[in-house]
């Protein structure tokens, strides 16, 4: 364990000054739309200085052996998914327009994490295992729970959970009628099941099997090969 963690010491100090710095930015900094001075706009670039060099010296063989694409790319895009969109949700004036390009930039966002994923290495299985535990999360109803806890409502309407989720049109069409608010709870359970399961299910099961795979030499590489580091099959091949 001491030896891991001096190896990766700089990657950890990086990551702390990153969350410190993001820390002092949102929680100390005025949450200001214009910049005041420069000294103001340099250090609220910190936090992503200091997460790219963190990110660029972060340990892929410990990562791999611990699986934690399962887990961090998940939890980044729930980040965005279940606080920033509820915010913006929260304090738009033109609902319906800006939903709709949400629910489109939502997919889309989930495909560049996945891509990024994929161009740095990541196996197939990993690639279906995020990519569709993030889109459960998305037609979970998290965003809608989300958007009614996170948020300091004033309206009565919203200030506590509605008894009847007559908005969730998504769980409408599979229920063939609004949900109750425990309706909506059970939905929502069933997607964070689905998710574990997808995040927690052996490999084999993501991956197609091999009577649908191409020939060696010509098909895609397989789950073992492209695990391996990029550099690891140049040299071989």
């Given at each position: 364990?001491?030896?891991?963690?001096?190896?990766?010491?700089?990657?950890?100090?990086?990551m702390?000054?990153?969350?410190?710095?993001?820390a002092?930015?949102?929680f100390?900094?005025?949450?200001?739309?214009e910049?005041?001075?420069?000294?103001i706009?340099l250090?609220?670039?910190?936090?992503?200085?200091?997460?790219?060099?963190a990110?660029?010296?972060?340990?892929?063989?410990l990562a791999?052996?611990?699986?934690?694409?399962?887990?961090?790319?998940?939890?980044?895009f729930c980040?965005?998914?279940?606080?920033?969109?509820?915010?913006?949700?929260?304090?738009?004036?033109?609902?319906?327009?800006?939903?709709?390009?949400?629910?489109?930039?939502?997919?889309?966002?989930i495909?560049?994490?996945?891509?990024a994923?994929r161009?740095?290495?990541?196996?197939?299985?990993?690639?279906?295992?995020?990519?569709?535990?993030?889109l459960?999360?998305?037609?979970?109803?998290?965003?809608d729970?989300?958007?009614?806890?996170v948020?300091?409502h004033?309206?009565?309407?919203?200030?506590t959970i509605?008894?009847?989720?007559?908005?969730?049109?998504?769980?409408?069409?599979?229920?063939g009628?609004?949900?109750?608010?425990?309706?909506?709870?059970?939905?929502?359970?069933v997607?964070?099941?689905?998710?574990?399961?997808?995040?927690?299910?052996?490999?084999?099961?993501?991956?197609?099997?091999q009577?649908?795979r191409?020939?060696?030499?010509?098909?895609?590489?397989?789950?073992?090969?492209?695990?391996?580091?990029v550099?690891?099959r140049?040299?071989?091949?």
């Open positions: 364990m001491s030896q891991v963690l001096r190896r990766n010491a700089t990657f950890l100090v990086l702390a000054l990153a969350a410190g710095c993001a002092v930015v949102w100390v900094l005025p949450h200001d739309r910049v005041k001075s420069l000294g706009f250090f609220k670039l910190l936090p992503f200085v200091f997460a790219t060099e990110i660029a010296r972060l340990d892929v063989e791999r052996r611990l699986h934690l694409v399962r887990i961090l790319i998940p939890a980044a980040v965005f998914f279940l606080y920033f969109v509820p915010k913006i949700f929260f304090y738009l004036d033109d609902f319906p327009t800006v939903y709709y390009h949400i629910l489109v930039l939502t997919p889309i966002i495909m560049s994490l996945t891509l994923y161009l740095g290495g990541g196996t197939p299985g990993n690639v279906r295992r995020i990519a569709y535990a993030m459960l999360i998305m037609v979970s109803g998290l965003e729970l989300a958007f009614l806890k948020n300091h004033t309206d009565p309407q919203w200030a509605p008894d009847v989720w007559t908005w969730a049109s998504h769980m409408t069409v599979f229920l009628h609004p949900p109750t608010k425990n309706e909506a709870f059970a939905f929502i359970a997607h964070v099941v689905l998710v574990i399961f997808v995040l927690a299910a052996p490999s084999r099961w993501l991956t197609p099997p009577s649908l191409r020939g060696r030499h010509t098909g895609p590489p397989t789950e073992a090969a492209a695990a391996e580091p550099e690891a140049t040299t071989r091949i």
